[in-house]
């Protein structure tokens, strides 16, 4: 007879089923009615400090049971819904429910995927996963890549590898210090704040970034950008890296990734593509044209957890010569035994990517895809950006509502009070001040979530739809709520002016 080892972890076989059930009834019920609650707490962080208590860590455990009862209460009461049909703050898709039975089928084996030996078949489902984003964004399967936290990881990975290829070789040994040409990096103004994050953490410093401006469009100016790299080459510097961006966090554009493309091919440099958000658009047929030269590029990021629905983590790293990544991040001391067979093409995650121990990430991406099919995607995408014009529309039939821009699934616009005077540098400071506000009362009323932009000097709202919940009737009461905070808020601020000048 089997004696099993008496300790206060292990839950019974009787016991876990019980549990689990409970807990997936909950979480059922959850999603069921996610509509109709509140889209984010109204308490404030002292109050839910105050919720959970200030009592130290207890010294004896308490039942399971009674954990999860008490928790998920706990996150279904005072949490911020990013699944809930009217949130459209930031780039945080609704997670599809496969992808949360995923995680629990995945932190029940618990495979490490840093070595093959040590997730053998969860290390061949990622790059199977790898494989098929690179097939859905329209470029080679031959791809190699790696599924990473988010957007920062994705790029940063990125980053690296595309250092790797083109400074130095003496940079692994000797630093960037031994370097006596300065490398440089290209990106539109517009370009996410990761690349000030790895201009500095790798040693790179800002002054290494070269802000390209935007054209009348936003894109990037590629002619701007060609200029700049011949500059910077007669003046000794060595650029190495140009970032185009496939759709951009604030307002949705897409660079023009083919003339990028060629600038770099022409002058040796890394092609790297931000398509955090918006890669995945090229697989909507009507879209293809967008992302001309997606398929020259050295490396792209994506994040399933964007706009393929998955739930948070999941970012993506793909680039077109694997062997790069493996030039950037393989080590081997002596306390590893991951060697490899040749047969089928086995790999080691962790010569991938900066983490070693890396948890199964693929397997929601990978369940979400097959469940949906390419078909599948291209449909709820299209509805998002259908949805994102109906907002843009609205705005634009209502008189207190101006729309600004809409691109790929992102609106933005700005509420300006009835008879308002817009003429005058003051009253355009006064409406950037108004919506600031008005973002805030938004975020904080639970009745809608969105966040915000400057676009050409304007403070403005804007809503990115990446929600297989939402409905046009969410966008007609979403419409209908912001003009309504936004008549409070005018109220407040004209008040506070009042009461300031007397």
């Given at each position: 007879m089997e004696i099993k080892r008496e300790n206060p972890i292990e839950i019974n076989k009787a016991d876990f089923k019980k549990i689990g059930y409970k807990l997936i009834d909950s979480i059922s019920d959850y999603l069921d009615d996610i509509s109709k609650k509140p889209l984010t707490t109204s308490k404030s962080p002292k109050e839910l400090q105050q919720i959970l208590g200030n009592q130290s860590l207890p010294e004896n455990g308490l039942p399971a049971e009674q954990l999860l009862s008490t928790t998920s209460k706990l996150l279904f009461d005072y949490s911020l819904f990013n699944g809930h049909p009217k949130f459209f703050g930031f780039i945080t898709s609704s997670a599809a429910p496969i992808g949360a039975l995923a995680d629990l089928l995945a932190a029940s084996i618990n495979a490490n995927v840093g070595g093959q030996i040590l997730s053998p078949i969860a290390t061949e489902i990622e790059k199977q996963t790898i494989r098929w984003l690179a097939e859905f964004i329209?470029?080679?399967?031959?791809?190699?890549?790696?599924?990473?936290?988010?957007?920062?990881?994705?790029?940063?990975?990125?980053?690296?590898?595309?250092?790797?290829?083109?400074?130095?070789?003496?940079?692994?040994?000797d630093g960037l210090s031994s370097t006596s040409n300065k490398l440089i990096t290209y990106c539109s103004k517009s370009t996410h704040t990761w690349i000030d994050k790895a201009a500095i953490l790798f040693g790179h410093g800002t002054k290494s970034i070269r802000w390209i401006p935007t054209d009348s469009s936003n894109k990037m100016d590629t002619i701007i950008l060609e200029q700049t790299i011949k500059d910077d080459i007669k003046k000794g510097h060595q650029p190495f890296m140009v970032v185009g961006t496939a759709g951009d966090v604030s307002t949705g554009i897409v660079d023009n990734l083919e003339t990028i493309a060629v600038i770099c091919k022409s002058n040796d440099l890394w092609f790297h593509i931000d398509g955090a958000y918006g890669a995945p658009a090229a697989v909507i047929p009507?879209?293809?044209?967008?992302?001309?030269?997606?398929?020259?590029?050295?490396?792209?990021?994506?994040?399933?957890?964007?706009?393929?629905?998955?739930?948070?983590?999941?970012?993506?790293?793909?680039?077109?010569?694997?062997?790069?990544?493996?030039?950037?991040?393989?080590?081997?001391?002596?306390?590893?035994?991951?060697?490899?067979?040749?047969?089928?093409?086995?790999?080691?995650?962790?010569?991938?990517?900066?983490?070693?121990?890396?948890?199964?990430?693929?397997?929601?991406?990978?369940?979400?895809?097959?469940?949906?099919?390419?078909?599948?995607?291209?449909?709820?995408?299209?509805?998002?950006?259908?949805?994102?014009?109906?907002?843009?529309?609205?705005?634009?039939?209502?008189?207190?509502?101006?729309?600004?821009?809409?691109?790929?699934?992102?609106?933005?616009?700005?509420?300006?009070?009835?008879?308002?005077?817009?003429?005058?540098?003051?009253?355009?400071?006064?409406?950037?001040?108004?919506?600031?506000?008005?973002?805030?009362?938004?975020?904080?009323?639970?009745?809608?979530?969105?966040?915000?932009?400057?676009?050409?000097?304007?403070?403005?709202?804007?809503?990115?739809?990446?929600?297989?919940?939402?409905?046009?009737?969410?966008?007609?009461?979403?419409?209908?709520?912001?003009?309504?905070?936004?008549?409070?808020?005018?109220?407040?601020?004209?008040?506070?002016?009042?009461?300031?000048?007397?």
């Open positions: 329209g470029v080679s399967p031959n791809y190699g890549g790696i599924l990473v936290s988010g957007g920062n990881m994705a790029n940063f990975t990125a980053f690296l590898a595309a250092r790797t290829a083109k400074a130095p070789k003496s940079i692994k040994e009507e879209l293809k044209s967008l992302f001309n030269g997606i398929k020259e590029a050295d490396s792209i990021a994506l994040d399933p957890h964007k706009w393929l629905y998955s739930p948070l983590e999941a970012g993506c790293t793909l680039v077109k010569n694997p062997k790069h990544l493996i030039d950037t991040y393989s080590s081997h001391p002596e306390y590893y035994n991951f060697s490899l067979t040749e047969e089928g093409g086995s790999l080691n995650y962790f010569e991938y990517g900066l983490q070693n121990s890396r948890g199964f990430r693929a397997l929601k991406v990978w369940l979400a895809l097959q469940q949906m099919g390419s078909k599948g995607y291209v449909k709820l995408m299209k509805e998002d950006i259908e949805l994102s014009k109906y907002f843009y529309n609205l705005a634009k039939k209502n008189t207190e509502l101006e729309p600004i821009t809409q691109n790929l699934s992102i609106a933005t616009l700005r509420y300006i009070p009835e008879n308002f005077q817009q003429n005058g540098k003051k009253n355009e400071t006064y409406l950037n001040t108004l919506n600031e506000a008005l973002v805030t009362a938004l975020q904080n009323s639970g009745e809608m979530f969105l966040s915000n932009a400057i676009v050409v000097n304007k403070y403005c709202l804007r809503t990115c739809i990446v929600n297989f919940r939402t409905t046009k009737k969410d966008i007609e009461e979403s419409i209908k709520i912001i003009v309504k905070e936004g008549r409070k808020t005018h109220i407040k601020l004209q008040n506070e002016e009042h009461q300031g000048k007397v």
